[in-house]
């Protein structure tokens, strides 16, 4: 007998390990029978899940914390046993403003500091001539893409809520948005910022990773009182993720991974393209520039599926810091509570794994974050709308 599953996605590379596990057999074999859907919004996402049409989805993992806190939207307890991905977004930026980040900067074009108050200069400049405000396009005001721009920009002096626009846009409208002019840059998870690169329209300016060594992304998400009802299921979910995510980190499966996610009902761009996002080699400019790294997407290696509560915490940080909500110790703590170890490691087998560290955030400025001191981490930084 199996247990039928619906699960929302959004056309993403850090779905991989729900895809994966539902097209290779890995659920299957936890007797599950899922069925994916996908869409286009995270809105629809969060809005599907709260009400119970979707048991289970793929979600950046601050809505699942805003959901919990009922930020932006009515309050529904989510609980998060498993990390989809880390890291994976990129900064993409127009021609036009790639090519005047350049002109002004002082350094090397891959420290996020100097490009950061290169765009001060850019934004400064603009200011002077009349020039309309600079749009940066993300994908949800609670996501990590909002706050990895914000903290890089904040760190060169840009006030991202006086000196640029940020516009909402979903992911797969990118593309066409900085194509068309509505945008000069945006912040979005693989392949979209491929997509722009291989289009000629955008230039990879910096992997979230050069922002932020190790930035919890996406979620496998469940309500809280579904996970309750279903522990049993949640674990067979939680260790047919893992699996799958398993399967795509060995270099001699990306291949055939990349097929499948490139299907159509899936992500539905071509497969060498997300290939090269797996790899972490990806196309950076038009002119065919590439650049490695081994810490642009972790599906599941470096312990990269078991949730962090100190990477809730932050993302808690980062919402007090922007204006989204008030520092509350009891918030603190609901927001750390989505995050669930305790649910990965009684579903992997692993009773003792309490001791293991996830090596920290490690943000390219500012001091080591401790969850214990939220209010220390905020006063670190001179721009936000956060009051003591």
């Not at 939207?73 to 900064?91: D, E, Q, R, S, Y």
């Not at 009773?351 to 001091?367: M, R």
Request: aromatic share 6%.
């Amino acid at each position: 007998m199996t247990t039928p599953l619906r699960i929302g996605f959004i056309p993403l590379v850090d779905a991989s390990a729900l895809i994966i596990a539902v097209d290779k057999g890995f659920a299957a074999a936890e007797g599950l029978d899922v069925t994916l859907v996908r869409e286009v919004s995270w809105s629809n996402v969060r809005d599907k899940l709260n009400i119970g049409m979707f048991d289970a989805a793929h979600l950046l993992a601050p809505v699942a914390i805003a959901s919990s806190l009922g930020l932006g939207h009515i309050k529904v307890p989510i609980v998060a046993p498993f990390n989809l991905g880390l890291n994976g977004n990129a900064i993409t930026v127009s021609p036009a403003l790639h090519a005047a980040i350049m002109s002004e900067i002082d350094g090397d074009a891959l420290d996020p500091m100097a490009t950061a108050l290169a765009l001060a200069r850019v934004v400064a400049k603009r200011r002077k001539s009349g020039a309309d405000p600079l749009t940066f396009g993300m994908t949800f005001p609670f996501s990590t893409h909002n706050y990895q721009l914000r903290f890089w920009m904040a760190a060169g002096g840009v006030d991202p809520d006086e000196d640029v626009r940020l516009v909402v846009l979903p992911p797969p409208y990118m593309v066409d948005s900085l194509a068309n002019g509505q945008v000069d840059a945006f912040c979005v998870g693989a392949p979209w910022n491929s997509i722009a690169v291989d289009l000629g329209v955008g230039h990879i300016l910096h992997f979230s990773s050069d922002i932020l060594v190790r930035a919890a992304e996406k979620v496998l998400a469940v309500r809280q009182s579904w996970s309750e009802k279903n522990s049993e299921v949640l674990a067979a979910l939680t260790r047919a993720a893992a699996k799958a995510a398993d399967f795509i980190e060995h270099p001699e499966n990306r291949a055939e991974a990349a097929h499948i996610l490139a299907r159509p009902q899936r992500i539905g761009v071509d497969a060498e393209v997300i290939q090269r996002t797996l790899d972490g080699r990806l196309k950076v400019s038009p002119d065919g520039a590439l650049r490695e790294s081994s810490r642009y997407l972790l599906v599941g290696r470096e312990g990269a599926g078991r949730p962090d509560p100190a990477q809730a915490a932050w993302l808690y940080a980062q919402m007090v810091r922007w204006g989204q909500t008030e520092m509350r110790p009891d918030a603190l703590r609901t927001a750390m509570g989505v995050f669930r170890p305790e649910l990965y490691d009684t579903a992997m087998g692993r009773p003792d794994a309490s001791s293991d560290s996830s090596g920290g955030i490690g943000a390219f400025v500012g001091p080591a974050f401790n969850p214990d001191d939220i209010a220390g981490h905020l006063a670190a930084f001179k721009i936000g709308r956060w009051k003591p």
